[in-house]
């Protein structure tokens, strides 16, 4: 690798440690136009693009989450493995195989199973590669995700192919050497990073898939036809337990397409919670409304109010007389008829939001029976206002409050808004 462990990246871009990728690319940027090796004497050349490689891979480490990450906790040294012999840059996955010891003892890939790091009980060794995860999205009801769920679907993946154990090619055939990339399974290719600038980075030879060998069509494989993999269907079983939740996620391990010398990846559903027409969820706490008509707000009642989500019914006693009235936007708690919580018995809560559904216009038409729910209803105990003159005036009844100081600018009008900022920018891209 061109870098030695002594340089400082940071240095090289003439940044802080604390800088954002923002101001890491600003300063690639900069760094790539002074120290460009176009824009110096010949004499300079060869020093300018010595210097020019280190911006490029100062960059290309310091620009990544990762790669910056194991700079700062390990220095060059983490990436001296990786870059050995051909200065194309960190082999990320030689890194974190060798840090998290990834298919070290059936502790999976990637970040999964971190019990395989390095010291600890020597399970820090070198494993194959994981092949990539497959996730998707999983839409399940609130029904459920209430009573848990099991379901079987077919999936088509590849797998090693039996008659040639994933070679590709006939028994004792020898595979030949690929010319494109001269047998390293790679080739270094140029990519514009800005106008008038390119940088080198390592892509996959594309005539031997990254193999770097390759078996004539005559001695490859009957079976795969040299692609070392075949298409099997298999019937896989998702389980969601009960008291699942959105953005959960249901791991069927190793059931991914297979690779040649890798671990098989993961199948991953991420659970997506459909909207229901009754409940409203919010972590094991559910919430529904309870519609009472005026007659039963006022004198109670004894019904089944709502169906639960495992098809029961719920039923609620409000006594009266010397109960409570229920009043418009009161909540009502049912401790324990919420969502199961998972990997327990418990439930949470379930709250009932009253609306109190009044009649309709014009159902009383009767003076007499007027006259009897006044006699029966409670006075409000108003105080009389008294005035020196009365306007009887007309009235109407509108849906909100959109038309209230309408046009005025108040900012206490319903709907004001502030165009205060909006009008100074047009007024000054109109200068300019």
Not at 10 to 19: G, K, Q, V
Not at 210 to 223: A, E, H, M, V
């Amino acid at each position: 690798m061109h870098m030695s462990s002594e340089i400082d990246l940071y240095e090289i871009l003439e940044i802080d440690r604390s800088a954002s990728k923002t101001d890491v690319k600003k300063a690639y940027h900069k760094a790539a136009r002074v120290h460009h090796p176009d824009k110096v004497p010949e004499s300079e050349r060869a020093a300018a693009d010595d210097r020019f490689k280190d911006i490029q891979q100062a960059y290309e480490i310091l620009s990544d989450d990762q790669t910056r990450e194991m700079y700062d906790m390990h220095g060059m040294a983490a990436f001296e493995k990786g870059g050995a012999g051909g200065g194309a840059g960190p082999d990320l996955d030689d890194i974190l195989a060798q840090m998290f010891g990834q298919g070290m003892g059936g502790m999976g890939g990637g970040f999964e199973g971190m019990g395989g790091m390095p010291g600890m009980g020597g399970m820090g060794g070198r494993g194959p590669r994981k092949s990539k995860n497959e996730v998707q999205e999983y839409e399940v009801s609130l029904e459920e995700l209430y009573k848990g769920k099991t379901t079987r679907f077919a999936s088509t993946k590849n797998v090693i192919c039996g008659n040639c154990e994933g070679s590709g090619g006939k028994a004792n055939a020898k595979p030949k050497k690929c010319g494109t990339c001269d047998g390293r399974g790679s080739k270094i290719a140029l990519r514009p990073v800005g106008p008038g600038m390119v940088t080198q980075e390592q892509v996959q030879c594309s005539t031997c898939s990254g193999r770097g060998s390759y078996f004539p069509d005559d001695k490859k494989c009957k079976k795969c036809k040299g692609a070392r993999t075949t298409s099997q269907r298999k019937i896989l079983e998702l389980y969601i337990p009960p008291g699942s939740r959105q953005g959960d996620k249901i791991v069927l391990s190793g059931e991914a397409d297979q690779v040649p010398d890798q671990e098989p990846g993961d199948i991953i559903f991420e659970l997506v919670e459909t909207p229901h027409e009754v409940f409203h969820r919010a972590g094991a706490d559910l919430q529904a409304e309870l519609k009472v008509s005026l007659q039963e707000a006022l004198t109670g009642f004894n019904r089944v109010v709502l169906k639960h989500l495992d098809g029961r019914g719920i039923s609620l006693h409000v006594k009266q007389p010397a109960g409570r009235i229920l009043r418009p936007g009161e909540i009502l708690k049912i401790s324990g008829e919420g969502m199961p919580i998972k990997r327990s018995d418990a439930k949470g809560d379930l709250y009932l939001i009253v609306d109190v559904i009044f009649p309709e216009d014009g159902w009383l038409r009767d003076e007499a029976t007027i006259q009897k729910i006044r006699d029966v209803l409670p006075t409000t105990g108003e105080e009389k206002i008294t005035a020196e003159e009365v306007d009887e005036v007309d009235w109407e009844v509108v849906k909100d409050m959109e038309d209230f100081g309408a046009g005025s600018g108040d900012p206490r009008a319903a709907e004001w808004e502030d165009d205060s900022e909006e009008e100074g920018e047009a007024a000054q891209c109109a200068q300019q």
